[in-house]
């Protein structure tokens, strides 16, 4: 028995007996910067107490927190002065990066400018099946490439995919589920927002009302179905029968963007039209979440799924009755945050902190040295090769901190499947009387399954993709840090400003993006990574894209390495990103030159992203968030929730 399994088997007991759900208090934390441990490749204490970006790397920073948001002031003369002097410095010097590079940025758009002329005439005809998410993206792609390059045929490329997506939007005004017809609505997995949004991007460039309306006509279906929580569910049956697909139907649904999609709709839809009956009932939320939480002692999560009065229900056979840190950092974080932005009822962010701990605390848990050399091991011996890292540093599939789920009273947790949590260390007789059928009670320890898997056997019945979990490969912390290190260092009207910018530049704030702008043109890194070698194996720019695809994939831009979050940071050649550097040298270009104007420069606040929720990009990111610059707004929390 490994040494952390060993203690756990001994103490679990007595903690679940005492009601301290294996909670030990973290030691209080010194301040100054983070500490990284080489050793084991990870951070001693990310506790709220220790959160600071001092002294960080541009990876190690966009890693844990997120993309950053530029703030720009007004200069003294002297000042305006020194920096028209550094922009003209600026400016010659990426002129004689093209001299000695082939005018790499006129190359790169000419590239992009190509392919996206080829795209034009290949939108499709119908709004289904796989060219669903090729008219969405499509339509973003080709509003983003007006926006930059000006020609109109991307405009109306756009809105001729808007126009087949609106075609296809059913009387209620929601859209369609597959094949089951107008009675069914799915409210997650952006069968709505997705269009919604689109919507309102086409009303945005085209000024044509309809699109609006159309939007317009969504959110009231959609508000037509909240819950008395405040939430949504999962899906709906305007005749009560059954659609035949998992998820709750009579509750609140953290999962997939049930709820967080739709609280993002109704809060843009009310900033575009005044009515306060979109937000009339958002605040409950704020109850809903206190009652819903899971946990005994210091153990605070949520499940995925919830009926109407606050039980946990379960949906797929991975999704059971048990906290879930997934529901963490995928919906009810987010929530929380936003609801402290529009309230500043501190209950929200305190409820975060205890959260987060909790999640903290079981990350340092499972820092010991042995236990990492066992997951390595079994990582190594089964993970699936279509998910194995490309580095010895992450080979691991499973990350500390990140089960699928963990036992409300904080003793264990694991991987979910067959609707039974399968822990990872040993199970007390406390645990198997207290949680029944909740857990597997046969399934051996990550101790046992080290030692299957170092002799070459198969992991018990053949779960090899256990090891797999949802939360450790498809998950980020970084807007949950993000949120507690700007209220830690600024309280809400520091985390405030984080979620805010303004929707155009005065004279001296151009300039001073401008500089950035040149500034980024120039970095080596965007410049390499902008120019992959055209025409050979692999490559992967924008004459190599066979859709719009990458846009989608945008949101997974930064987060923790290792991970499918965390695009930015590929290395290895070929970098599966090249298209999105080739994008953004030329925005950067256009700006630094002055071709990007103040006002398409600036495009308001990141408010409740659309587009990055877990990682946020950067205010300067040339995609941006998109969504919310729908309707720009230097601050989107300015809502009225729970009052007349």
Known sequence: MDKLAGVKSIVLAACIVAGLGGWTAPMPAE?????????????????????????????????????????????????????RKEVEGLLARIAMQDKLNGDLAGRTEKEIVTWLDGQTGNIPAAYTGGDVNKLRYGAVGFFRA??????????????????????????????????????????????NDGPFWVMLYAHKMSGDKKYFESAKRCADVLLSLQRKGGGWSDQWSFSGRGSGHSGVVHGISFNDNATNSTFQMMVMIYHMTGDKKYIANLHKLGDFLAMAKMGEGKVVGWAEQYHDDGRPVRARQYEIELPYPRALTRGVGPLLTWLYLMT?????????????????????????????????DIAKAWSPTHHAMTTENYMMEYLPGWPDAWLPDGSNWGRVLSFKLMPWYPLAPEQKKKY??????????????????????????????????HSSVGNSLSEIRRSLLEHKRGGRKGLLKYYSNPTKYTPDQYLQARIDAAKRVLDKRNRRMALPFVGSPGYTGMSAMKDFGFVGAKGRWYGRQGTKWGAAFDLPYPWSNAHWY?????????????KIDADAAARGGRGLETVAGMTHLDSWDVLGEWGMACHEMENHFDVPIGKK
């Not at 975060?352 to 390595?376: G, I, S, T």
């Not at 056997?457 to 053949?462: D, K, S, Y």
């Open 31 to 83: 301040a100054g910067p983070l500490v990284f441990d080489k050793e084991i490749g990870h951070y001693k204490d990310l506790s709220y107490d220790a959160l600071s970006d001092e002294g960080l790397s541009w990876e190690e920073r966009a890693s844990l927190f997120g993309g950053e948001t530029a703030h720009y002031g007004e200069l003294t003369d002297a000042q305006r002065k020194a920096k």
């Open 146 to 191: 007006y926006e930059l390059f000006g020609d109109k045929k991307y405009l109306d490329a756009g809105l001729k995919c808007a126009d087949v997506i609106m075609k296809k939007q059913w009387a209620k005004g929601h859209w369609p589920w597959g094949n089951l017809g107008e009675n069914f609505v799915r409210i997650q997995d952006g069968y």
């Open 344 to 376: 500043g009822d501190e209950a929200h962010m305190d409820l975060l902190k205890k959260a987060y701990a909790w999640h903290e605390h079981v990350r340092q848990q499972e820092l010991d040295p042995e236990v990492l050399a066992q997951w390595k």
């Open 436 to 469: 029944g059928n909740l857990i597997d009670h046969n399934w051996p320890p990550v101790s046992e399954l080290a030692k299957l898997a170092r002799a070459g056997q198969m992991p018990p019945r053949n779960y090899g993709m256990y090891v797999y979990c």
């Open 582 to 594: 080739q994008w953004q040298l030329v925005y950067d270009v256009k700006l630094a030159k002055g």
